[in-house]
């Protein structure tokens, strides 16, 4: 177990190279998320079908052949990610901006992925409040964006929070695949590197990486249930 | 006359077919023949013997030593240092079990036991030998470096010192260790994958410069695509390639040993080289000194 002290090192920049990767996941799954959701959930039947094409895609097929699909189809189409090299975000996150695409390969790929799962548990929230409202919301003459952003919206994430927080969750264990597509540095490489160059034992080495992930999954679903307890879902 | 046409078509396609029977009997006339041997009872040699069953680990994506052919077996001048051992403990060529090694289980399959010996382009070194044990060298390898074919700008290790080139190596290999040292900053320039060939498609389409691992696994690639790829500069460490079996088993490493020692210079090594990795390479290496540290 000496080696979770003596390379402590290699465990703590690793754990901030997933957090980076976690958080930028999470923010893009979040957006397209919602954007899809809200597609799914509109009266045109065209975006409908968008909406549904893109869940059916990226929900049924696994991360391992999507993030393959990023890492290794995308450099066939002569496409380095390129641009997901925000100007901003670049110098917080110096390995988005980085030559070498692998970084945002993967970030592409869990945020298409999660997106997905992130757009039904939305869709559920949705779906979770009253019909009433909606039809309310209609009768008072509001269009049906306003009728999302001040009606539905507002009440149906109270109903989704908690799948929202169990999609994230399994999202954040999903960056574990990182280290397989190219990212040097991250807490599954590190570990990989650990046990198969160095020759460490498996057993500590793999503590010490899952205690990475439970630093970022246990406050998580502490906070989840938190705010579960706090605004109960109320007809 | 249709019947005539038939009759001559039927009478080509049985000449035809006793053709191929005639070759197809040969297959495996080219291993060599199992000897008749007895070993002291209690070792590895004994057990193998008497069971008349070996596992060995290799390689089946590396072109020249270990690669694996439609016929779903290996083939490649590891695969041929595997055979011959086998024939020296008594047991035919056929009843090896290939086993795939990749470079980072290397170590787990021997230490669990899934496979008697391991010649899978295996470098000895310090941290491997803590957990199991190194038969030969058998061939010393270099690391090198592969370029695109277009490509003039890197001419060795020293070219990435100024950070502007990638290299992309597989993860826990020595040749990753190795190059880590000539990087300026390794989150920027270098890329690990599993198995080398994620590392050619890497470097075909432009997302790293340059691939590095030893001289002899990218003789392969650059032979599977010459127009595609080169080599550059002199091979800058020493590789030596063992045979890795279990920690301890001190009979077992000196009757590898003494096979290693035995081939050199019987005319046998000449000939797995030739008849594998010599096609691509023309110089027959010299079988180094086994090591018995």
Redesign the interface.
Known sequence: MNVLVDRFDVFASGFWLTLQICLLSAAGALIIGTLMAVLRISPVPPLRAIGTAYVTVFRNIPLTVVAFFTA?GL??LGS?ASFLKIPVLDSLF??LG?????FRFFVLALSLYTGAFVCEALRAGVNAVAAGQAEAARALGLTFTQNLRHVILPQAWKAAVVPLGSVIIAMIKNSALA????I??DLS?AA??L?????LALIPVFIGISVGYLVMTVPLGILLDRIESRRPVTR | MRINRLAAVGVAATIALTGLAACGGDGGSGDPKPKDVTFDAGTTMAKLNKDQKIRIGTKFDQPGFGLKGLDGKPAGFDVEIGKIITTELGIPADKIEWVEAPSKVREEVIEQGKVDIVVATYTINDARKQRIDFAGPYYVAGQQIMTRKDDDSITGPDSFKDGAKKVCSVTGSTPAKTIEASLKDKASQLVLFDVYQKCADALKTKQVDAVTTDNVILTGFVANAPDDFKLVGEKFTQEPYGIGLKKGDTAFREFVNKTLEKIASDGRYEKAWKDTAGKFDKNVPTAPPVNRY
């Open positions: 290794f450099p066939e380095n110096t390995r980085m030559d070498l695409p692998y280290g397989f597509f190219g040097v540095g490489q990989d590197e046990t198969s160059q160095e020759g």
